[in-house]
């Protein structure tokens, strides 16, 4: 298994920072016992000029309350406060690129009824930008995604993540690298970890919410994809018209832009680099070192756009 910390590592815990190593946490714990509690995964990055930049942070640590308040899980603190503090743990354990993640936890509660009060907790360890060009081979799930109507999907609830779990772990025991997981009707929906786009003709589609997490790299695909022209519709479609793309992609904090090779042994149509998505992998990871785009990206329309 992966270290995340060591004796030296700084953690932020309900208001103090404090050493990973000696950090207590209740093990009656609701959150413990019943996969109750809410989470954040957010990045740092070293940028172009050498600083260290939270990408997205307001709209991390937004998710994360209205997460919480989904839960009934009391939020008393203010996301200013957060942001400042997560800085405070890059620098005391000295990473530039990082993970972070935040966890509101319940106190000791072995029944259901709402708490009167919530932890949190901000743990950061180094990641570097992943984005590789290796393409993923992917395989829808015999999982589908929790059911909308006996969960709060679009929060990012620990417990839902069980579900994510089983999915992945499935997938690399039959051979591919990441599962792809179908709604309750058999819509695609997203990964256990990140959402999709596909690609056919120069355009992108991707799951509406309903039964997906709405990510925040999502968004900024929509963003980048507003910048540099390309058309994106939000729409249900099944694994048959997903086989038929040109192309298919993840994305998501950790994932970043990552292309896929296949689904379920069968071939996207174009080779990566020939298409839109590609583009937008390119733009994105401009966009997280706050790299100048580059002023030669050819857009759909063949005029010549900046992503500034
Ligand atoms: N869906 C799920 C289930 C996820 O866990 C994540 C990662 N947080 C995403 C989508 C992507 O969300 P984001 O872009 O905000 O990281």
């Not at 966009?287 to 010549?304: N, V």
Request: proline share 4%; aromatic share 12%; charged share 25%.
């Amino acid at each position: 298994m992966a270290s995340y910390y060591n004796d030296a590592t700084v953690i932020f815990l309900n208001g103090s920072f404090v050493k990973a190593a000696d950090a207590k946490m209740d093990f009656y714990s609701q959150s413990f016992h019943y996969g109750y509690s809410v989470f954040e995964g957010i990045r740092a990055y070293k940028t172009e000029k050498g600083e260290t930049k939270i990408f997205k942070p307001v709209e991390h640590y937004e998710r994360l309350k209205n997460s919480a308040l989904a839960m009934n899980l009391p939020y008393t603190w203010n996301t200013d406060e957060l942001i400042a503090a997560t800085y405070e743990v890059l620098k005391r354990n000295n990473i530039q690129d990082a993970y972070i993640r935040p966890v509101v936890y319940a106190p000791a509660n072995m029944s259901f009824v709402v708490n009167t009060e919530a932890f949190i907790v901000i743990e950061a360890w180094e990641m570097a930008p992943f984005l590789g060009d290796k393409l993923l081979r992917v395989m829808t799930s015999s999982f589908q995604r929790p059911n909308p109507k006996g969960f709060k999907i679009e929060a990012k609830a620990a417990g839902h993540y069980v579900n994510s779990i089983l999915a992945s772990q499935e997938a690399k025991a039959k051979g591919f690298d990441e599962a792809l997981l179908t709604d309750m009707n058999d819509n695609i929906a997203e990964g256990p970890g990140a959402n999709m786009f596909f690609e056919k003709d120069g355009k992108l589609v991707t799951p509406p919410p309903g039964n997906i997490l709405p990510g925040i790299t999502r968004a900024t695909v929509f963003e980048i994809c507003k910048k540099l022209g390309i058309a994106v519709e939000e729409r249900l479609f099944k694994a048959d018209e997903l086989k038929n793309a040109d192309a298919a992609f993840y994305c998501g904090t950790a994932a970043e832009v990552i292309g896929w090779e296949s689904l379920d042994n069968v071939k996207f149509k174009k080779s990566w680099n020939e298409t839109v998505s590609k583009k937008v992998q390119t733009a994105y990871k401009n966009l997280i070192i706050e790299k100048e785009p580059d002023a030669t990206i050819k857009h759909s329309s063949g005029k010549e756009k900046s992503l500034a």
